[in-house]
């Protein structure tokens, strides 16, 4: 997989834009998240009792904002890098909790798309197929480096 400047450049407008205001994009892609996958509640314990979203759930909150920002920033240094960076104690722990909470491919499935129709509203007009795609490759990047942990862990 190779990320192109292009991309590059279609993945940080974006950021630079939502970076202003990632609490509230965090908590729409984690509610997109249980919209598309209700069952998925169940693997955060900060979910487990209830059949709402709370928006006044600060744990909730937290964890979102934490995986928005990263894998936000993890597509932004995509190219730079020319991989997914992360502090590797960070990736280790990931690809613990992931296999520990019993993630599999479809899960990533779901994540790529509550990530990619939150981008697509946020952006608006700005939105593309191009940009789609950008943000749709970064992420399989990010994926797979999780799922590389896992294997890592499991053997």
Not at 105 to 117: C, I, P, Q, T, Y
Not at 119 to 127: D, L, N
Request: proline residues 3%.
């Amino acid at each position: 997989m190779s990320f192109t400047e292009q991309q590059e450049a279609l993945v940080t407008e974006a950021w630079e834009i939502m970076k202003q205001n990632v609490p509230q994009l965090s908590f729409r892609f984690f509610t997109k998240i249980f919209e598309i996958a209700p069952a998925a509640k169940g693997m955060f314990s900060f979910m487990m009792d209830t059949n709402e979203i709370p928006e006044n759930n600060p744990r909730l909150k937290v964890h979102a904002m934490k995986v928005f920002k990263m894998t936000c920033e993890s597509a932004v240094q995509l190219r730079e890098k020319g991989e997914v960076v992360v502090a590797d104690n960070t990736l280790k722990n990931l690809g613990s909790v992931h296999l520990k909470k019993g993630v599999i491919d479809a899960h990533f499935g779901v994540v790529k798309e509550a990530l990619l129709r939150t981008i697509e509203e946020e952006m608006g007009e700005k939105w593309s197929k191009n940009m789609g795609n950008a943000w749709g490759e970064a992420y399989d990047h990010l994926a797979a480096a999780i799922k590389a942990e896992m294997e890592q862990v499991a053997s």
